[in-house]
Every structure is written in structure tokens, then in C-alpha cells.
């Protein structure tokens, strides 16, 4: 299988701090991760694409600074929400290609549903 | 820059009935086409994967077809159930890149 897990599955915070996703593969290894966000009715967008051991390549219009991105492990990718405000609230979907399966295919975690008061 | 749209937005069909979803997308130079469906409130569950050199793909009542020239793929539903309620995602990764651009959706309603 290729399992992706995301942790904590949803997040209430205050405007002002700022909140921590990780996105883990559980069975396989994953050179590169992705970080959506969906806003309620809408579709995903790409917010970047995450590299392990190396900088994260970010969409446009994404702040880098904002939505800070590390990939420190094969397994690992953590995204940070800094200095979260209300339009930041939002459901954030990682989701990471496994090498093995057919190529390109891409598995997505259940999602962090994010609420800044 | 690849744009994908999916029409209907909306169906709603009563159980039994075979059903057909659409997708479009702009650029011709894809690398593969997924399917997904999307419960409310959850993540994505991967339905159907198609490499840009495949016309179709099947799991059991899921067939997915596409036509990368006309830039379309279909995902056919047979025998819907309610369970089958959810929405459902196509999403396009060309060859230029690793991510995928996802359509807007279509949001399934299979009345019992």
C-alpha cells in the first residue's frame, strides 16, 4: 500500500500564533511531497511542491515566509503556518508520490483542517 | 499553464442509474490523468489512474477512458449507489512538472 498520514487532523488556533502540519508516508519512502489547501466548496490548489533535503519550490502568489516548508526526512514533510490569521483558515491537503506504484501516481493524506480565530 | 475543468458541477441521480462525469483540460502534453473522490470534510481517495499512453482504465464499476488529442477524460459510474455520493476530482499532471492541477469538481448525489 501507500499510506499518508497528516497530523493533527484539525487545528483551532489564535490569530497572531502559528501552527505546525506534518504529512508522513507510513510505508514507503517519498523524495517529494506536495501541500494543497482547499477553501470550503473549492477545489485544491497547489501551494508547493516539497523536496527532500532541499528548498521547496513554491506556486505563485504562495508566500514562502508565511507558509514555511521542510522536508528534513524520506518520510517527513512539515509545513508551518506562520503568524496564522483568519483568512488562513482553510483545509490543507499533503499528498506524496510513491516510486514503486505506477508512475506519477499520488497518494493524499486525510487532510488538517485549519480554524484561526 | 494547464487549466482543467469538469462539467457537470452538480448531479444528482437516483441509485441504479449509470452515470458519466467529465473532464477537460487544455494542454494536450500530460504525463497522466487521476481520479479521485473526495468526501465532505475528508481527504482525496485515489479511484483511477490513466499514463498518458492509455485509453482507459477499470475497477469494478469505475471505468475511466481518455483522449488526450481532445484534451477529455470521462469516469463512467455504473450501477450507482448512495455510497457513491461524494465529489469527484480529476486532476492532470503534465510533463513538465511533478504536481498535479486539479479540476473543480463534481458533486455526486445517488438518491436511494
Known amino acids: 500500500g501507500a499510506v499518508v498520514s497528516q497530523h493533527p487532523s484539525w487545528v483551532i488556533c489564535k490569530s497572531g500564533t502559528s501552527v505546525k502540519i506534518e504529512c508522513r508516508s507510513l510505508d514507503f519512502q517519498a523524495t517529494t511531497m506536495f501541500w494543497y489547501r482547499q477553501f470550503p466548496k473549492q477545489s485544491l490548489m497547489l501551494m508547493a511542491t516539497?523536496?527532500?533535503?532541499?528548498?521547496?519550490?513554491?506556486e505563485q502568489g504562495v508566500e514562502k515566509d508565511k507558509f514555511l516548508i521542510n522536508h528534513a526526512s524520506l518520510t517527513l514533510s512539515t509545513l508551518t503556518v506562520t503568524s496564522a490569521h483568519p483568512e488562513d483558515s482553510s483545509f490543507y491537503i499533503c499528498?506524496?508520490?510513491?516510486?514503486?506504484?505506477?508512475?506519477?501516481?499520488?497518494?493524499f493524506g486525510p487532510g488538517t483542517r485549519l480554524t484561526v480565530l | 499553464k494547464q487549466e482543467v475543468t469538469q462539467i457537470p458541477a452538480a448531479l444528482s441521480v437516483p441509485e441504479g442509474e449509470n452515470l458519466v462525469l467529465n473532464c477537460s483540460f487544455t494542454?494536450?502534453?500530460?504525463?497522466?490523468l487521476q481520479w479521485f473522490r473526495q468526501d465532505p470534510g475528508k481527504g482525496l481517495t485515489s479511484l483511477l489512474l490513466?499514463?498518458?499512453?492509455?485509453r482507459e482504465q477499470t475497477s469494478g464499476r469505475l471505468n475511466a477512458s481518455l483522449d488526450k488529442s481532445s484534451g477529455r477524460s470521462t469516469l463512467y459510474i455504473a450501477a450507482s449507489q448512495p455510497g457513491d455520493s461524494a465529489t469527484y476530482l480529476c486532476?492532470?499532471?503534465?510533463?513538465?512538472?511533478?504536481?498535479?492541477?486539479f479540476g473543480p469538481g463534481t458533486r455526486l448525489s445517488v438518491l436511494p
Open positions: 494542454d494536450s502534453a500530460i504525463y497522466n
Open positions: 486532476a492532470v499532471r503534465d510533463n513538465y512538472g511533478q504536481n498535479f492541477v
Open positions: 516539497s523536496n527532500e533535503g532541499s528548498k521547496a519550490t513554491y
Open positions: 490513466i499514463q498518458s499512453s492509455q
Open positions: 499528498s506524496a508520490t510513491n516510486p514503486e506504484t505506477p508512475a506519477g501516481e499520488q497518494f
